[in-house]
């Protein structure tokens, strides 16, 4: 079993940045893929970034030239940095780590861009 904690969302005002992080109850490098979600209201959830364990990387259109999914494995802990934030970003954040087949959530953390 996998828990997730993540941390760093906020207000942030258009072209703002903010880096998000989640903290994993166990090993990293033994999770397969780790990744990012965010859902808006009325919306379906949405992926917006992957990163698996050999380090490989996939990003949501929306998210590509903007936002770097990265981890440490020291700290058991991935991070998503959103750059040049726009109100569309405006979502739920949240992280999700495939392990065993299994997928786990973590309890979101709100990122709103307004000004």
């Known amino acids: 079993q996998v828990q997730l904690v993540e941390s760093g969302g906020g207000l942030v005002q258009p072209g703002g940045s903010l880096r998000l992080s989640c903290a994993a109850s166990l090993s990293i490098s033994r999770i397969y893929a780790m990744g990012w979600y965010r859902q808006a209201p009325g919306k379906q959830r949405e992926l917006v970034a992957l990163i698996t364990s050999y380090g490989s990387t996939n990003y949501s259109d929306s998210a590509k030239g903007r936002f770097t999914i990265s981890r440490d494995n020291a700290k058991n802990t991935v991070y998503l940095q959103m750059n040049s934030l726009k109100p569309e970003d405006t979502a739920a954040y949240y992280c999700?780590?495939?392990?065993?087949?299994?997928?786990?959530w973590g309890q979101g953390t709100q990122v709103t861009v307004s000004s």
């Open positions: 999700n780590a495939l392990y065993r087949s299994l997928h786990y």
